[in-house]
């Protein structure tokens, strides 16, 4: 059974950071993708961040520079580092995790990143 538990969530001022994570267990971690999406209320579900089983990784561009994903196979974990946090990057932040035959997989339950002004 697929558990992913993101932690890490909670409110900062903007130019602050956060760290998120995702600890992963019930299916082989290494060789899935993993990723990092957020949602605001009233908008779609967008992709933030993606790191691939040999962990590469790519951003979505508003926050490339400011974020950094990463991945530990052992602990079988993910990270989001946030940076330079801005309101805009307020929302629920969700972690996906993507089998490499590129079925939906499996989603967190979420943690609310909350950016003040």
């Known amino acids: 059974q697929v558990q992913l538990v993101e932690s890490g969530g909670g409110v900062v001022q903007a130019g602050g950071s956060l760290n998120l994570s995702c600890a992963a267990s019930?299916?082989?971690?290494?060789?899935?993708?993993m990723s990092w999406y957020r949602q605001a209320p009233g908008n779609e579900r967008e992709l933030v961040a993606r790191?691939?089983?040999?962990?590469?990784?790519n951003y979505q561009e508003s926050v490339k520079g400011r974020f950094t994903m990463s991945r530990d196979n052992v602990k079988q974990t993910t990270v989001l580092q946030m940076n330079s946090l801005k309101p805009e990057d307020t929302g629920e932040y969700y972690c996906?995790?993507?089998?490499?035959?590129?079925?939906?997989?499996?989603w967190g339950q979420g943690t609310q990143v909350t950016v003040s002004s």
């Open positions: 790191i691939t089983s040999s962990g590469r990784a």
């Open positions: 019930g299916f082989p971690f290494s060789s899935y993708y």
């Open positions: 996906h995790a993507m089998p490499p035959d590129r079925t939906v997989g499996s």
